[in-house]
């Protein structure tokens, strides 16, 4: 087993930008032009499968770590395990380390002037501390996260943040839908809610740190409270040095009413503040051909069983085709560090596994004396099962169904092969995507695209995937589904593997490449 070394690069992730100028440059046309395929080659039999028994050990092996949190001792404890089950295999394990300033909540609470306790569902990650006695001020409310705080100078603001709601326009910014595997009930339905994103995209803490503000209070808008507590949201921020705790929604009347009146509270959020090391792990599954790649990839860190279980897909996919005598290309096994403190890992806009991509260009960017990777196979998520708030008491509960599986497809090939993949499963609910602006693109399949590598990227979004739940929540997840997913991609990764560089293609463009490239031809 080999280590490198790394400092802290601190940069800044946006999940939702990018301008309209490529769409309007090309009249809103389609991402990915229709044209003639070649038939793909048969593997229905000769594709190596997973151990399902093995792939459910991984699962469950890491979930009994506990949150695995960025450079946690959970965490490295879990990466120690993928390493250790690598070097089993045969393979080597090798280590990138990263250094980062560590924040670790250790207790928090909320108190009226008059002493009524508000029930707190969660710490603002990387927000910031207090003494164990806390900071008090008179309440501000406002109706929606400002642009200007200053009325709130030297008092805690209070505000609501809203779920995204997916509307149509909002659904065509984020992706182009091309397959809903197999019927229509895999897509969105219109105005859908997404927990998860009105936190990632309402990213708010400097203005108010630069304005003066002594503390936020958040109310997550549209969760219930057993939604609420415990969410790691949002994940993507650097430590903004200002306290700020989540509250659930039911909480709103009473905090307006308090924030209107010019009431006072304590706010208490105590919370470690250290410098931790955390490691990425690649292994390389040698093939015949040694100057081109396959990267397979996941990210290591999370709260739960499902956020993140993707190493036990990888793992399980690194074994099964360890039995392929004849590998044409050698497959990179990349399990990246940071998904949940991007900010502290990556240089420059893009998610964990960029970091990785940077450092290690010798297994991918096809330069004098370095492979190609000819394509990649993105796993997140696995086997989950759809909870939603229901019932009279609005609570979390199984609606019976599947989570719905996003899958990126970056070009006609890559969305030709994911369908091949996934026939004969009894278990599916996929809706397949293009990124439509380059900037949009959910999970660690995002730095392959960004780096111009053709890919199937696998990145469900259950409402519970950021919230530490008892036992991890593993009764969320479905064994058979995950075996069901891993199978499939250990079919689309054989696949690849037969086909030629030519065939393979490149990435698609996004409508705002396009519009770039368009804008430069005019001299724009």
């Known amino acids: 087993m080999t280590r490198e070394t790394s400092g802290t690069g601190i940069g800044r992730r946006?999940?939702?930008?990018?301008?309209?100028?490529?769409?309007?440059?090309?009249?809103?046309?389609?991402?990915?032009?229709?044209?003639?395929?070649?038939?793909?080659?048969?593997?229905?039999t000769s594709y190596p499968v997973p151990e399902a028994a093995k792939l459910w050990q991984h699962i469950e092996r890491l979930n009994a770590f506990g949150p695995r949190l960025t450079a946690s001792p959970a965490h490295q404890r879990a990466v120690d395990y993928i390493a250790t089950e690598l070097e089993a295999l045969g393979l080597s394990a090798q280590r990138q380390t990263h250094r980062i300033q560590r924040w670790t909540p250790k207790r928090t609470s909320l108190t009226l002037d008059n002493g009524t306790a508000i029930p707190v569902a969660a710490a603002y990650p990387y927000s910031g501390r207090t003494s164990s006695a806390g900071i008090s001020g008179e309440l501000v409310w406002f109706d929606e996260p400002p642009k200007d705080f200053s009325k709130a100078r030297d008092r805690i603001a209070v505000l609501p943040v809203k779920p995204f709601d997916l509307t149509r326009f909002k659904a065509w910014m984020m992706f182009e839908r091309k397959s809903r595997l197999p019927d229509e009930k895999s897509d969105f339905a219109e105005g859908e809610a997404l927990p998860l994103l009105g936190p990632l995209t309402t990213i708010f803490l400097p203005r108010a740190r630069a304005a003066g503000i002594r503390g936020v209070i958040c109310l997550f808008d549209g969760m219930s409270e057993e939604l609420a507590r415990g969410q790691v949201l949002p994940f993507t921020t650097p430590y903004a040095d200002i306290p700020a705790l989540w509250v659930a929604s039911d909480q709103e009347a009473r905090l307006r009413d308090a924030g209107q009146g010019g009431r006072s509270a304590t706010l208490v959020l105590e919370a470690a503040v250290e410098i931790a090391e955390t490691d990425s792990i690649h292994a390389v599954l040698p093939g015949r051909v040694r100057d081109e790649t396959i990267i397979v990839n996941t990210h290591t860190d999370g709260p739960n069983a499902c956020e993140e279980n993707g190493a036990a897909g990888l793992l399980a996919l690194a074994q099964a085709h360890l039995q392929r005598r004849e590998r044409r290309r050698s497959v990179v096994f990349v399990f990246s560090t940071g998904h949940f403190q991007i900010p502290q890992i990556v240089k420059g806009h893009g998610q964990a596994t960029l970091a990785w991509l940077q450092r290690h260009r010798e297994l991918w960017d096809g330069k004098a004396g370095h492979a190609r990777a000819v394509a990649g196979l993105t796993l997140e998520h696995l086997g989950c099962l759809e909870w939603k708030d229901q019932g009279q008491v609005r609570q979390p509960q199984p609606t019976g169904r599947l989570e719905r599986e996003i899958v990126y497809t970056t070009n006609p090939v890559m969305e030709q092969i994911y369908r091949a993949s996934v026939q004969g499963r009894s278990k599916l609910r996929s809706l397949t995507v293009a990124p439509r602006l380059s900037s949009v693109f959910l999970g660690e399949g995002a730095p392959l695209y960004q780096c111009g590598i053709p890919s199937i990227s696998l990145v469900p979004g259950p409402d519970y995937l950021c919230q530490e739940l008892p036992n991890g929540g593993i009764n969320r997840i479905d064994p058979d589904f995950a075996f069901q997913q891993v199978s499939g991609f250990s079919k689309a990764l054989t696949i690849l593997d037969a086909l030629t560089t030519e065939q393979i293609g490149n990435i698609s463009p996004s409508v705002n490449q396009i519009g770039r490239k368009v804008r430069g031809l005019l001299g724009l």
Request: hydrophobic content about 40%; overall charge positive; charged content about 10%.
């Open 14 to 44: 946006t999940l939702l930008c990018g301008g309209l100028t490529g769409v309007a440059a090309l009249g809103g046309c389609h991402l990915i032009q229709n044209r003639r395929l070649a038939p793909l080659p048969s593997v229905d």
